[in-house]
């Protein structure tokens, strides 16, 4: 259950990078693709490589997704800005 | 062959499958399932033994049939075994009400054995003493005890050993009492089983390879023939068996005249086995005299020779030496006697004949539905239907005048199919089943649905009322069988992938999309076709094509990010609820037991807790029922650790406020639920690929991407809102999520096969300005289609009863996130994307350039050049038409009437017929002329500060 939370909060969060110049690696999908892996990634790491079941699933699972999801949409971001100046040189 | 005379052969043929269908249904009977009849479903999966070490299909398929005569001999009429998954057997006896009946008889494994008593029987040290009868010992009392000796002892590991072939892990409770009686081959299996309220001080008891634990034998049966319940008395034995089932024949229920005419089963040995019986009697009865003291009684003297069937003691008869001083010739076979009714002697027999499974079967899944329920299961399911149809063809009525009433009588005529085939083929009729045939209404009326919207938008366009029949039929029919075949795909992969109760559901609803096809794209369009030269279908206004639909301004895509960020904030709220609420998994996942039981005297829910809490249930869900058709006194009790044998809470309920009535049982073991949780997240995961590669095949694939991100929201919403209203997650549920993916996706193509075919049309505007066009021409038909399949959805929560009710739930919270979706998800990711690209951004930048830096959110014509043009349609003819091209079909006569239906010159008549005019059609319009196609005119430039309002800027800096 820990995996589904992770993943949602992540996707949540993509959902306002329209708000932001579409600079990502990839568009908006790869801003989806940094969200989703950023979060269940970072939280499978915040949570010691386990993947909290049903039981175990707390309102604290759902912000352990944020820094992953922020960390995956920002990379993705980065890279595109690198890219970018790639092209422009 | 003219279109309007295949229009009436087809409409022949419609009339002559509807006399059929009618005669099919007066003539044949429907074949109703457990759930709306009442009955017994058991379900079992396989596990190894030291004989058959892997579950193969062999295996399986043996299993089977030796299961299939087991039901036979049962006498049920009309059961059904078939496999499921991949090591499960499902067995549905209908009609059948006594449970434990059906699970000893077919359930049994049915291992014989026969041992040499004195020779095998341990003592408290693990050691045997053959010299001493029964080694000195009697039953341990109370099976912790005797498994607790067991673990002590060394394993004895010889190839003979036969019901003890490796370690067995027995799990008990705090109390020492069995969790259940059912064994493991390790302790992570056993584990595994476990909730974590049943791990929970379990202890775990391993008995070695070898060491067998047999349940005593049970007592004669009293006066009136009841046998005595299995006691809790345990011996220790060497598994080491002299004999097995495969060593006899012809077993029969018989009456033992020498004592009292009581039933025994009777066999007779096999040539090996009589050999192995005398060899074994012989030594049995030389020990006995050797050991017996001078002048004893040769009945208490002698040594024994036990029965055991699946791990229980049947019987120990002595050998009498004197007697039998060279053991008992097998010739006149054996008996086994004790403990035996007639029937169960007979159940016995039988068993014995058909022969032991190659499998151990453990029952995973036990569920018995009352007749009474399926009665009214089946009359809300009715309801439900007709509910459903009436809402649908009011509201095609309304919205399509004429077209509703040939819309409604194809859905009829659809419905008669559909109810025809059940009877024909024979589908077994369930709950989940009348489900997916409500759910195919929705479907069937959604394909009338986008070929009249697309009818209407050619009369519109200036097309006559036959033209345009034809031309909406030929562009409405790619969109249509998109959508199908992703439902029936959905519905296929369900079929392949879901729980036993999900694929009836699945079955109706991929036959019935086939069905709708057939009477949608067909009997529609011959009907329509055959009506289209009379008064009926004369006037525009009879179509609900009156005026010219006035174009919808509004800016999807720049009202995207709004959208947007309520889906997000949605979503954060849907995690925060799974998170800290977490999802209310039903017994299908967790495991456990429900039981809606009609009791006769009158009981609150406190004094039920009281009644169950001997029996170590006090802690059970209970609440009471409100169902006039079950009972004055209907309790429903929910139970966490209650494995698919044990009838404890029945019979404690029975006990105390006695039964009005057959129960409701539903027992799901954690393998079961696991099995379950497994196949849904399988099912899901196949959908979405298959989903994915059609996409691609069918559009391109950054088509499908768009669709899969929008089909991930319609999920995990639906699990946000199941969350946060508690709803209880069941198997049903799973099925509606696999159906919201098909559902969903029927919005998305229609507005993605719309943005498909304006990209030609507008060559050289912004994506987001072709996403804006595409979704104001088809956003009435969106929200038709979607509005259209959530009445019978509402139809079924309003009338569907309990099981059902759940079903809808998802469905509509589903339906309604997927037409969401459609239009504020997959299309703005779409268009995001797509801009990205050279040619795009090249469009975007220009526009930019033009309109001072806003892209307009509607495209507008420049420097003559106009927004949009009729594509050119690849390996078209160049050269003008002026007859029929295809004679056979075309008549000349309905070529002139096309020709005057245009309103064109015949000198005109090549640039209304197509793609053909030199210059292609944009010269046409260039020129001023009509170009045949619902082309719209060019968008106006914006001027006012109004008009602006609906540009938008693209947030994005390039």
Redesign the interface.
Request: proline fraction near 3%; glycine fraction near 4%; charge should be negative.
């Given at each position: 259950?820990g995996i589904?939370?992770w993943?949602?909060?992540g996707?949540?969060?993509?959902?306002?990078t329209?708000?932001?110049?579409?600079?990502f690696w990839g568009?908006?999908?790869g801003a989806?693709a940094g969200a989703v892996l950023g979060s269940a990634i970072i939280g499978l790491a915040i949570s010691g490589l386990d993947v909290p079941g049903?039981?175990d699933?707390?309102?604290?699972?759902?912000l352990e997704?944020i820094p992953g999801a922020l960390i995956g949409m920002g990379a993705v971001y980065f890279e595109g800005i690198r890219r970018e100046g790639a092209a422009r040189a | 062959m003219s279109v309007r005379r295949r229009s009436l052969l087809i409409l022949l043929l419609v009339f002559g499958l509807v006399a059929g269908s009618i005669a099919v249904i007066a003539t044949k009977k429907t074949q109703l399932g457990l759930d709306l009849q009442g009955g017994v479903q058991l379900i079992y999966e396989g596990k190894p033994t030291k004989a058959q070490p892997t579950v193969n299909q062999a295996a399986l398929d043996r299993s089977l049939t030796l299961l299939r005569q087991r039901v036979d001999a049962f006498g049920v009429a009309e059961p059904e075994i078939r496999l499921a998954g991949d090591k499960q057997i499902e067995v549905s006896l209908p009609g059948v009400e006594d449970v434990n009946s059906a699970v000893d008889q077919i359930g049994s494994t049915a291992q014989l054995f026969l041992y040499d008593w004195e020779k095998n029987v341990l003592d408290e040290d693990c050691k045997t003493n053959p010299d001493e009868p029964q080694n000195g010992q009697s039953a341990v009392t109370g099976l912790y005890n005797a498994v607790q000796r067991a673990a002590k002892c060394d394993p004895r590991v010889d190839a003979n050993n036969s019901a003890a072939d490796r370690p067995r892990v027995y799990v008990f409770d705090k109390a020492n009492k069995p969790v259940s009686e059912q064994t493991f081959e390790s302790e992570a299996d056993a584990r595994d089983s476990l909730d974590a309220k049943q791990l929970e001080g379990a202890k775990f008891v391993t008995v070695p390879e070898g060491i067998l634990v047999l349940r005593a034998e049970r007592g004669d049966p009293d006066k009136n023939g009841k046998v005595p319940p299995a006691p809790d008395r345990w011996y220790l034995i060497d598994d080491n068996p002299a004999l097995s089932g495969t060593d006899i024949k012809d077993p029969k229920q018989e009456f033992d005249e020498r004592a009292g005419n009581l039933p025994i089963v009777t066999f007779k040995f096999t040539d090996k086995g009589r050999k192995a019986f005398q060899n074994t009697t012989r030594a049995i009865a030389i020990r006995g005299q050797d050991n017996a003291p001078p002048g004893a009684d040769p009945v208490s003297a002698s040594q024994h020779f036990a029965i055991a069937l699946d791990n229980e003691l049947v019987s120990t008869p002595y050998i009498n030496y004197r007697e039998n001083p060279d053991g008992i010739d097998g010739v006149n076979g054996a008996q086994i006697s004790g403990g035996f009714t007639i029937d169960t002697a007979q159940n016995l027999a039988q068993l014995l004949e058909i022969g032991a499974l190659p499998l151990r079967l453990e029952l995973v899944s036990r569920s018995q539905v009352s007749a009474t329920l399926g009665k009214q299961a089946l009359d809300q399911g009715l309801t439900a239907g007709i509910g459903g149809f009436i809402v649908v063809a009011l509201f095609l009525l309304v919205f399509y005048r004429v077209l509703g009433v040939i819309a409604t009588a194809t859905l009829a005529v659809y419905a008669l199919y559909f109810y025809a085939l059940v009877k024909l083929i024979p589908i077994t009729l369930t709950l989940p089943g009348i489900a997916g045939l409500i759910l195919t209404l929705g479907v069937a009326a959604d394909a009338n649905i986008v070929i009249f919207e697309r009818i209407k938008e050619e009369i519109r366009a200036g097309r006559s009322v036959g033209t345009a029949i034809a031309s909406g039929y030929k562009k409405a029919i790619g969109t249509i069988i998109d959508a199908n075949v992703v439902t029936l795909l959905v519905a296929f992969v369900l079929f392949l992938l879901a729980a036993a109760g999900v694929r009836g559901f699945a079955f109706t609803l991929g036959i019935g999309v086939a069905v709708s096809l057939f009477t949608a794209v067909l009997a529609t369009q011959a009907i329509l076709l055959a009506l289209s030269g009379t008064r009926l279908l004369s006037g525009r206004a009879a179509l609900g094509a009156r005026e010219r639909e006035a174009r919808r301004k509004f800016d999807f895509m720049g009202a995207s990010r709004y959208f947007f960020s309520a889906s997000g904030i949605i979503l954060l709220i849907g995690a925060l609820a799974i998170a800290g609420k977490g999802l209310n998994f039903g017994i299908d996942f967790e495991s456990g037991s429900r039981i809606t039981a009609p009791l006769a005297k009158a009981a609150s829910v406190d004094q039920v807790r009281e009644a169950l809490r001997p029996v170590g249930f006090g802690d059970a869900e209970i609440q009471t029922i409100d169902n006039p058709d079950l009972g004055k006194n209907v309790v429903q009790v929910s139970v966490e650790k209650l494995n698919p044998q044990d009838n404890t809470v029945t019979d404690a309920l029975n006990a105390k406020f006695g039964s009005a009535g057959d129960p409701n049982v539903e027992t799901i073991g954690p393998s079961f639920g696991r099995s379950v949780a497994r196949s849904a997240l399988y099912a899901i995961i196949a959908s979405l690929l298959i989903i994915g590669v059609y996409i691609t095949l069918r559009f391109e694939w950054k088509y499908a991407v768009p669709v899969l991100i929008a089909l991930m929201h319609d999920l995990l919403i639906t699990a946000g809102v199941y969350a946060l209203v508690g709803q209880e997650v069941t198997t049903s549920t799973v099925a509606a999520l696999l159906t919201i993916l098909g559902f969903s996706l029927y919005d998305t193509i229609i507005v993605f096969d719309r943005v498909r075919e304006n990209v030609p049309r507008m060559p050289s505007a912004a994506f987001s300005q072709i996403v804006n066009r595409s979704m104001s021409e088809v956003i009435v038909r969106s929200l038709a289609t979607s509005f259209c399949a959530l009445l019978p959805i509402l139809s079924l929560f309003l009338f569907g009863g309990e099981t059902l009710r759940d079903f809808a739930f998802a469905l509509i919270v589903g339906t309604l996130s997927g037409t969401y979706s459609s239009v504020f998800i997959a299309s703005p990711v779409l268009c995001h994307w797509k801009e990205r690209e050279a040619v795009y951004a090249k469009r975007e930048s220009r526009i930019k350039a033009e309109h001072g830096g806003i892209v307009p959110a509607y495209a507008v014509a420049t420097a003559g050049v106009p927004a949009d043009v009729a594509p050119s349609e690849r390996g078209g003819r160049r050269g003008r038409i002026t007859a029929p091209s295809d004679p056979a079909n075309v008549s000349n006569q309905e070529f002139e009437d096309m020709v005057r239906n245009l309103g064109v010159e015949s000198g005109q008549a090549a640039a209304a017929a197509g793609p053909s005019v030199p210059g292609g059609r944009r010269a046409a319009r260039r020129a001023g002329n009509g170009d045949g196609e619902a082309a719209p005119k060019p968008e106006p430039k914006p001027k006012s500060p109004a008009a602006r309002k609906v540009t938008r800027k693209h947030g994005r800096a390039r």
């Open positions: 259950m589904v939370v993943v949602m909060t996707l949540a969060l993509w959902h306002f329209v708000f932001l110049p579409d600079r568009g908006i999908v989806f049903t039981d699933t707390t309102l604290l699972t759902c997704a | -």
